[in-house]
């Protein structure tokens, strides 16, 4: 499979609010989320029969691409193989964490290696320090929001060092994801986040983001 065997349709009316909505860090073709997974629906299929190397230079492909609908199918293409990849093989995807960053991209990884956690929870402890104190701020990000969909098997041990690495770096998507982090976890521990809220000196951000639900 290569990746010209892939052919994506855009849309005009569509490329400049996206680009806009991205802050035009980034080139659109003008493909809204449910028309790109029809367009690479039979792409993606044949993905799921390609070799693991392979599969990591097509991914490498997509990301030199300047439209960003490819990197959001690159994505979508690993999280189909996502069964097929051992933690091993699994992280050496984290480059692309690093390579054209942003919140969208990043917390489309995230969930990646978020449904690894769920298929092989043994493996949460390396994930989590894979991320955790990493110089690229989108990887330290990752380790805060890493154990989004965990609800009651969160380990607040590793929540609570991820987000005390991090409580006083002024960035806001670090921040925003401390705030989102615990209100995650606040669905199925609301107390606990009270107390670590009530306990820790979180900034203004994070603690309205981690208390928008428990204080409705």
């Not at 997974?37 to 691409?65: G, H, V, W």
């Not at 521990?189 to 981690?210: C, G, P, R």
């Amino acid at each position: 499979m290569r990746l010209n065997e892939l052919y994506l349709s855009g849309s005009l009316e569509n490329k400049g609010p996206m680009e806009s909505y991205m802050k035009n860090h980034f080139t659109f073709l003008g493909i809204k989320s449910p028309d790109r997974k029809r367009q690479s629906k039979d792409f993606i299929k044949a993905s799921k029969q390609m070799p693991l190397s392979e599969l990591f230079k097509l991914t490498k492909e997509m990301y030199n691409k300047s439209e960003r609908e490819y990197q959001y199918i690159a994505i979508d293409m690993i999280e189909a193989n996502v069964k097929r990849l051992d933690w091993e093989e699994l992280k050496k995807y984290s480059v692309f964490v690093q390579d054209k960053s942003w919140w969208d991209s990043t917390d489309a990884w995230r969930k990646v290696f978020g449904l690894h956690l769920l298929r092989c929870p043994a493996d949460k402890d390396r994930v989590f320090h894979h991320f955790y104190q990493h110089e690229n701020m989108w990887m330290r990000r990752i380790s805060i929001i890493l154990q989004l969909n965990e609800k009651e098997n969160t380990s607040t041990t590793l929540l609570e060092l991820a987000i005390l690495n991090d409580i006083n770096t002024q960035e806001f998507f670090i921040q925003k994801a401390i705030g989102w982090s615990l209100r995650q976890y606040g669905k199925v521990n609301s107390q606990w986040v009270i107390d670590f809220t009530n306990k820790q000196n979180l900034t203004s951000l994070a603690k309205k983001e981690a208390l928008k639900l428990i204080n409705q």
